[in-house]
Each structure stands twice: as structure tokens, then as C-alpha cells.
């Protein structure tokens, strides 16, 4: 059974900083593409982030320039650098495998207020 665990969140003031981490048991993250989600309440969750095996990322628009996603392979971790956080970014934020889900883990809860 793979188990990823994220942790980071918290509460901040818009303007404000946040890194999540990701981490995953049962299940090395070296060789795949990882993503960041969000979802907030009322919304389908959205991919937020990926970076590949090698470190080629991609962002969706609303977040380029203030997000950075990286990772580490040899912690067998993945983090989310959250910069100029603004209130339309709360939500609860999920790692996965891009390319094939495994269970959802509990996600970790980002709130910016104005």
C-alpha cells in the first residue's frame, strides 16, 4: 500500500509564504512525474504543479510566478514553495503520480485571508 502524507499548511495573510512538503511510503517518487493539487470547497480539484524524473516543471497560469515545485530524490520527497499567497489560493492541497493516481492521502489545508 503507497501512503503519501503532505504538511505545510497553514493560516497566512495574503502577501504571505508557505511550503508544503510531500512525502510517499511503499513507493520511490525518482523515476515518476509528481504533481501538486488543490481543491476548495464547492470545487473540483485542479493540478496546481508536476515536475518530472529529471526536474522539467510546469505550472498552471494561476499560480506561474509565484509557486515553485521542486524535489528532492534522494528524500523520496516533493514540496511546493508558495509565494505572494492570495485568498482565491485557499484550499487543501494533495500530491499524487501524474501519470496513474494512487489513494488520495488526507491533503493538508492552506488558508490566505484578505
Known amino acids: 500500500q503507497v501512503q503519501l502524507v503532505e504538511s505545510g499548511g497553514g493560516l497566512v495573510q495574503a502577501g504571505g509564504s508557505l511550503r508544503l512538503s510531500c512525502a510517499a511510503s511503499?513507493?520511490?517518487?525518482?523515476?515518476?512525474?509528481m504533481g501538486w493539487y488543490r481543491q476548495a470547497p464547492g470545487k473540483q480539484r485542479e493540478l496546481v504543479a508536476t515536475?518530472?524524473?529529471?526536474?522539467?516543471?510546469n505550472y498552471a497560469e494561476f499560480v506561474k510566478g509565484r509557486f515553485t515545485i521542486s524535489r528532492d530524490n534522494a528524500k523520496n520527497a516533493v514540496y511546493l514553495q508558495m509565494n505572494n499567497l492570495k485568498p482565491d489560493d485557499t484550499a487543501v492541497y494533495y500530491c499524487n503520480f501524474l501519470l496513474y493516481h494512487v489513494p488520495w492521502g488526507q491533503g493538508t489545508q492552506v488558508t490566505v485571508s484578505s
Open positions: 511503499g513507493r520511490s517518487f525518482s523515476d515518476n512525474v
Open positions: 515536475i518530472t524524473s529529471i526536474g522539467i516543471t
